[in-house]
């Protein structure tokens, strides 16, 4: 009898904690703690010692961080190291979108830096801003020509990173208010899945894709509702 | 930097620009910004020679003053051009060219032009906008639509509705303890019209499954909403299913015995059902016989 009652306390902490792990996923202000690792490109990124002793990485790291200055500097003698990157492919511009160093990422469209740069697994500045839910980053690049379209090695679109993680409603209204995102809502990876699909699994907003539904985005298809000149026989 | 890029790509337009000179990085007009600009050169052809921009056309028409608000345009070429506008920094200049074709993918129009962005306000991002400065926006745009409608320009008055009820999708989900009672209402009530003007519009070019989604979408919030029985009641004869169409009609006699539209409904779909049932009979009749 010992025993089973020992059983059921257990299972009654256990009960608590998923409850408890519920209620954290929930909430906006904690759900963030739950982002799968399991995708993340961005993972298992060399640590470099002394960032100065190279200038690939000295303009790397200070794109990351987003020491503008620095990175103007740096710039301003080798204007070509715009287009450096490191062992995985991430460039000045990766790096900046990533960190959501608004002011570095202009800097580095001043200097002429590749939007659409694709990473070893084919992730752009885009994919790196989207995965992190950096949205002034996301709106930033958007603005600046970023491919919306764009696809990862696994087909992956930005939509459906910003829809596979949890706390990321800032960046799918940014990317679901523009007229295209009907079409690549509905676009599959190479697993199958669409973002509204990685919405319903993941995150807590799945209902923000109710903006993207056929019905209320188009008559007949975007082209037909956009461009008068469609409706002539 | 005389790199030409293409601004947006599909297969029956094609956007594209060279900038000519920089500006300044840091500035860019995001929704609702308000856009000064300076337009040259401007050219506009087919394959026959030189054609004309429709007068619906602001941007390219004789009094436009130079003011853009981005996300306030109806016409679809000047709400084309604002896509430029929003791939362009503050004082950056540039060589944009849009390109039109048909159904057919002929050729109708390439419009060719120089713009100078010379100032932009600078706004927050819609997605730190308040829900009061959502909804406010939602309401605009609402009622641009609603008057587009009086003018029978449908496809505009459908990209203005999808607008709005992208704005108050943004606004959920509702939080009760920021938001009181009466404007939740207010909200859901703006979003059931939402849902309803759009049916309207699909329904104006027979597409019969978008008005069933939309009218399913109003009656889960409203049960009893009039105009969505009606119009998902059109929609079910649309698609030959008479007797859900039938339905819908019961149930709006019931709400509303009176009401002419439904009761004209009913006359048009007595017949139909009577004759079905007749040859139903038939069938069964020859069966055992």
Known sequence: ??????????????????????????????????????????????????????????????????????????????????????????????????????????????????????????????????????????????????????VSDGEQTPLHLAAAVSHSKSTLLILLLREDSTEIANKCNNSGETPIQLARGHGIYAPIFEMVLPAVSYIRSIAFTCNSYMKEV | MDKETIVSSRPDREIRKIVVAQGDYTLVPYEDSRCKIVLTNVNCKNDSGKCTIEEESKIFGNNFDGNVLIGDSDFFIDKDFELILQQMCCGEKC???LVYRNSKGELVKEISCNIHLQEVTEEQLISDWSWQRLFEAATHHKQKGIQLVKEKRFTEAFRRFNKALKMIIAIEPVDPAVIDEATVKEITDSKIKLYNNLAYLQLQYHEYDAVLQLCDRVLKLDQLNVKALYRRSLAYSGLKMYEEAWVDVQNGLKLDPNDKAFQQQANTLKPILEQRNENYTNVIKKMFN
Not at chain 1, 6 to 22: A, G, R
């Open chain 1, 1 to 150: 009898m010992t025993d089973s009652d020992e059983d059921n306390l257990n299972f009654d902490d256990l009960q608590n904690i998923t409850k408890q792990i519920e209620r954290y996923k929930n909430d906006p202000d904690t759900s963030g703690m739950f982002v799968s690792g399991w995708d993340d490109a961005d993972q298992d990124v060399t640590v470099v010692d002394d960032p100065k002793a190279n200038p690939i990485d000295y303009i790397l790291w200070a794109a990351e961080n987003g020491n503008v200055q620095i990175l103007n500097e740096i710039l301003s003698k080798r204007p070509d190291l715009v287009h450096a990157c490191d062992s995985d492919g991430y460039t000045p511009l990766h790096r900046a979108a990533y960190g959501n160093h608004i002011l570095a990422i202009a800097s580095l469209l001043k200097a002429g830096a590749n939007i659409n740069l694709k990473t070893e697994l084919g992730w752009t500045p885009l994919h790196s801003a989207c995965n992190w839910n950096n949205y002034e980053a996301v709106a930033r690049l958007l603005a600046a020509g970023a491919d919306s379209y764009a």
């Open chain 2, 95 to 97: 060589e944009a060219t």
